[in-house]
Each structure stands twice: as C-alpha cells, then as structure tokens.
C-alpha cells in the first residue's frame, strides 16, 4: 500500500518562502518519479513539477519554473518541493502524486499518476 503524506503548507506572506515535504511509504522509493500538482478553489488540479528516480532530472510548469524547486532525498523516502518568491495565485493545497509505472518520462497530467497524498495548503497573503 503506497501511502504518501505531504507536510510544510501555512499561510505566508507575498515573496516569501515555504519548503514542503512529501513522505512516501510502502515500496521501494527510489525506483519512481515523483510529481507535485497543486489545486486553488474552483479550480482543477494542475501540475507544478516532476522528479525523475534518481533525482537528476526536473521538469516544471511555466507558472512555477525559476521560482520553485523539487529535490527528493532517497535514503529519507521524501521528495520536496521548495517555493520562493510566491505570489497570491500560488494560493492552493498542494498534493504530491507518484505513479505505478517506474517510467521517468514526465508526465504533467492527473491521469497519469496512481497515488496521491491527502495535501497541504498554501495560503498566500498580499
């Protein structure tokens, strides 16, 4: 049972930062990309980042890319997402997603991930 459980959300205020955490459980982390999506009110989910196993390489949205990072650390089964100069409408709660296939193609849609965690919200004051 892969079970994934995200941590760091909180309300912060325009330009700042906040480092969230994802931590997996239930089969051998390595051995599958990880993604961050992220969700506001009335919205649809929408990718924000992929990590690819060994971490080496990252793909990220437009709305996100030079001002957010995802890392994952293997031997801690975690994969972060680091987010700087944030903006009102980086306002959302924020979910990583892993998939069954261990596949390091990017994949930047919902359909294409099997696991999901519960979320973390991101509230971002002006």
């Known amino acids: 049972q892969v079970q994934l459980v995200e941590s760091g959300g909180g309300l912060v205020q325009v330009g700042g930062s906040l480092r969230l955490s994802c931590a997996a459980s239930?089969?051998?982390?390595?051995?599958?990309?990880m993604a961050w999506f992220r969700q506001a009110p009335g919205k649809e989910r929408e990718f924000v980042g992929f990590?690819?196993?060994?971490?080496?390489?990252?793909y990220y949205a437009d709305s996100v890319k030079g001002r957010f990072t995802i890392s994952r650390e293997n031997a801690k089964n975690t994969v972060y997402l680091q987010l700087n100069s944030l903006k009102p409408e980086d306002t959302a709660v924020y979910y990583c997603?892993?998939?069954?296939?261990?596949?390091?193609?990017?994949?930047?849609?919902?359909?294409?991930?099997?696991?999901w965690g519960q979320g973390t919200q991101v509230t971002v004051s002006s």
């Open positions: 990590v690819s196993r060994g971490g080496i390489d990252t």
């Open positions: 239930g089969r051998t982390f390595s051995n599958y990309p």
């Open positions: 997603a892993t998939r069954k296939s261990g596949s390091n193609v990017p994949k930047t849609t919902t359909r294409d991930y099997d696991y």
